[in-house]
């Protein structure tokens, strides 16, 4: 079944500690996004790619890293940079960004927690 | 820029009764509108979409959407709410040039009581 995981399900970190989400997509989407959810704000966009080796900042990019190696994978690097990373973490996929019509489809989403 | 606004961020309904969940958004351009619905500690799933055409949209699970644009509204219904249907609803826009770059109102929850 084609689709996006995310892995791990939940993700503890202590405070100073750069930690890495996975997002890995079977979809054979060029656009990848990377979003994060806090309780009551919906979602905000944190980097996104629309093609292999280039993505882009979101809205909240700051303390956040990302890379896009592999058409099929978007990890997400949390650094220690990021003053309040505890959240849930979404990535979500398109075919492309060229047209405003194309559903983002989105993973189970990562929990993380700094301790 | 664009931007959605929902109105009420808790609604509670009977089973049986009917759903209605407010989205408003502002755009400059013609806007193409999405509702997603996420149950708990799970990923969104896409319940309809607003493109260009019919102005009444439906979705999965029995839900409809009706873009009005004189309103700037992007209601989401269901004539009779069913207990698997509590869950959060985000509302969410592309407009203008932000090709592929959504974005999302506050969230709905919706409450379900038998």
């Known amino acids: 079944d084609g689709g996006i995981t995310q892995s791990p399900k939940y993700l503890f970190r202590k405070e100073g500690q750069n930690v890495t989400l996975s997002c890995e997509q079977n979809?054979?989407?060029?656009?990848m996004y990377w979003y994060r959810q806090d309780p009551g704000q919906g979602l905000r966009l944190i980097y996104y790619?629309?093609?292999?080796?280039?993505?882009q900042k979101g809205d909240i990019a700051e303390g956040y890293s990302v890379s896009r190696e592999k058409k099929e994978s978007f990890p997400l690097t949390v650094t220690s940079a990021q003053k309040n990373p505890t959240a849930f973490y979404l990535c979500?996929?398109?075919?492309?960004?060229?047209?405003?019509?194309?559903?983002?489809?989105f993973g189970p989403g990562t929990r993380l927690t700094v301790l | 820029a664009q931007s959605v606004t929902q109105l009420g961020s808790h609604v509670s309904v009977s089973e049986g009764a009917l759903v209605l969940l407010r989205c408003n958004y502002s755009?400059?351009?013609?806007?193409?509108l999405f509702w997603y619905v996420q149950y708990p500690n799970q990923g969104l799933q896409l319940l309809l979409k607003?493109?260009?055409?019919?102005?009444l949209v439906k979705g999965i699970n029995g839900f409809e959407a009706e873009f009005k644009k004189s309103e700037t509204s992007f209601h989401l219904t269901k004539p009779s709410a069913h207990m698997s249907d509590a869950a959060e609803y985000f509302c969410?826009?592309?407009?203008?040039?932000?090709?592929?770059?959504?974005?999302f109102g506050q969230g709905t929850i919706l409450t379900v009581h038998p």
């Open positions: 790619s629309q093609i292999v080796n280039d993505f």
């Open positions: 979500a996929s398109s075919t492309a960004m060229t047209r405003r019509t194309d559903t983002q489809y």
């Open positions: 969410a826009v592309i407009g203008g040039t932000s090709y592929g770059k959504l974005t």
């Open positions: 979809l054979n989407h060029d656009a």
């Open positions: 607003y493109t260009t055409g019919a102005t």
């Open positions: 755009s400059s351009v013609p806007p193409y």
